[in-house]
Every structure is written in structure tokens, then in C-alpha cells.
Nanobody
Framework: VQLQAYGGGLVQAGGSLRLSCAAS????????MGWFRQTTGKEREFVAA????????DYADSMKGRFTISRDDAKNMVYLQMNDLKPEDTAAYYC???????????????????WGQGTQVTVSS
């Protein structure tokens, strides 16, 4: 499975961005998906995850109520809508996929099998 994330950019605090991740090379509906972020010198951090059927989602505590993960299996896409962005949300954001045997979310970065390249999000104060 190949993943390509895009949609990052520079935004002012309080603004919004929608990240997209395009998947190819596998049957998208078999994969649970996740978004992670990383800043220089820090470990990759869980942001949000969605089950393979889209019925379950999970968020890191600091993203709850601000970020929304969704997927469109007809388009092989997963999205991360980010609202009320804060300077501390500045990071490179990565999408990831894991073959899933059930409808559950996966929050551990070490469990994911496939990764896209990062897309940079910069939030100015």
C-alpha cells in the first residue's frame, strides 16, 4: 500500500486545515488508518485513528473536539479536519495504514505497516 499525504500549510492560530491521504496498491477497505505527527527531536505522536469500516474513531486527548478523522472508501482517501489550530499543533503530519481483521482503531505507531510522507503544518501565533 502506498500512501501520500498532502494539505499541510501555514495557518494562523484559530484557523483550520484539512489534510488528505490518498491510498493505492491495496483494497483500502481492509485497512484501519491513522494520523500521527512529529516535531524535530520528538517521538511520533498519535493524533487520530479510524477503523476499516469508519464506524469507530479515536483521538488523542488534546485533539478531541478540534480534529475529525474520516474516510471515503470509494475514493481511497482518509482525511483529517483540523479546527481551532494552536501553535503547538505545528508538526509534520503522517498518515498510516494497517491491515485490519476487524472494526477497531489502532493508536500505536509501531503497529502500523505503511506510512506516507509527512505534510508540514505550521500554526503561527
Amino acid at each position: 500500500v502506498q500512501l501520500q499525504a498532502y494539505g499541510g500549510g501555514l495557518v494562523q492560530a484559530g484557523g483550520s486545515l484539512r489534510l488528505s491521504c490518498a491510498a493505492s496498491g491495496g483494497f483500502f477497505g481492509n485497512y484501519a488508518m491513522g494520523w500521527f505527527r512529529q516535531t524535530t527531536g520528538k517521538e511520533r505522536e498519535f493524533v487520530a485513528a479510524i477503523s476499516r469500516n469508519g464506524g469507530r474513531s479515536d483521538y488523542a486527548d488534546s485533539m478531541k473536539g478540534r480534529f475529525t478523522i474520516s474516510r471515503d472508501d470509494a475514493k481511497n482517501m482518509v482525511y483529517l479536519q483540523m479546527n481551532d489550530l494552536k501553535p503547538e499543533d505545528t508538526a509534520a503530519y503522517y498518515c498510516a495504514a494497517i491491515y485490519s481483521y476487524g472494526n477497531y482503531t489502532v493508536v500505536g505507531p509501531g503497529l502500523y505497516e505503511y506510512w506516507g510522507q509527512g505534510t508540514q503544518v505550521t500554526v503561527s501565533s
